[in-house]
């Protein structure tokens, strides 16, 4: 019994009190983790919301775009975009449903010449636009945003931890600094003890 009450009274079992570097260091790991967990959060949300909106683009231009017959009205050249061929606006002549000729101008992807038919897509009423975006469109699109947001936000925590193992080391490089002050006089026997009795 009373070897517990002297661990008790001499603080034996307890655990050692922390520096104020480790309460800081503590802190600011939980702050970093929880940015993390939020940038996680985050990338999913954003993700989710960007891949809805153009499944719901996909969806409203399919439903609202046909697709028809035109015919080319000029000579159409090859355009090369990094070695891949670009459409280029061209005159186009097409029938709408009721019989009424329409033009307008269209993408053609070259090399085409006046006079061939030609792919092109119309609204209900009968004006052209373009192609109407693909389903697989809002995967490859929120993914793309999912990567870009981990990347930015991977290299802002990296760059926060950076920082703050740089304050943490100045930070206990002044604790060590002042504990050393109050230390090196014991140690080194500099320190005065009062007068000594002869």
Do not use: K
Not at 2 to 30: F, I
Not at 141 to 165: D, F, N, P, Q
Not at 171 to 198: K, N, Q, Y
């Amino acid at each position: 019994m009373r070897a517990q009450e002297g661990d008790r009274g001499t603080g034996r079992g307890r655990r050692p009190p922390r520096r104020r570097s480790d309460r800081l260091e503590g802190l600011t790991t939980w702050f970093l983790c929880c940015l993390g967990v939020a940038l996680v959060v985050g990338i999913v949300v954003v993700s989710a919301g960007v891949y809805g909106r153009a499944e719901v683009q996909a969806r409203t231009e399919a439903a609202d775009r046909t697709q028809v017959q035109a015919v080319l009205l000029e000579d159409v050249s090859l355009i090369a975009t990094n070695g891949l061929s670009a459409p280029v606006p061209a005159s186009v002549r097409w029938t709408a449903p009721d019989g009424v000729e329409h033009f307008g101008r269209a993408d053609v992807a070259g090399p085409a010449q006046s006079g061939s038919e030609v792919t092109a897509w119309v609204t209900r009423n009968g004006d052209l636009v373009s192609r109407p975006v693909s389903a697989h469109a809002g995967i490859i699109v929120s993914v793309a945003v999912a990567l870009t947001i981990a990347l930015a936000g991977s290299a802002m925590l990296i760059a926060l931890a950076c920082l703050e193992r740089r304050w943490l080391r100045a930070v206990r490089a002044s604790e060590w600094e002042r504990e050393w002050r109050r230390v090196e006089p014991l140690w080194s026997g500099r320190a005065d003890f009062g007068p000594r009795s002869g």
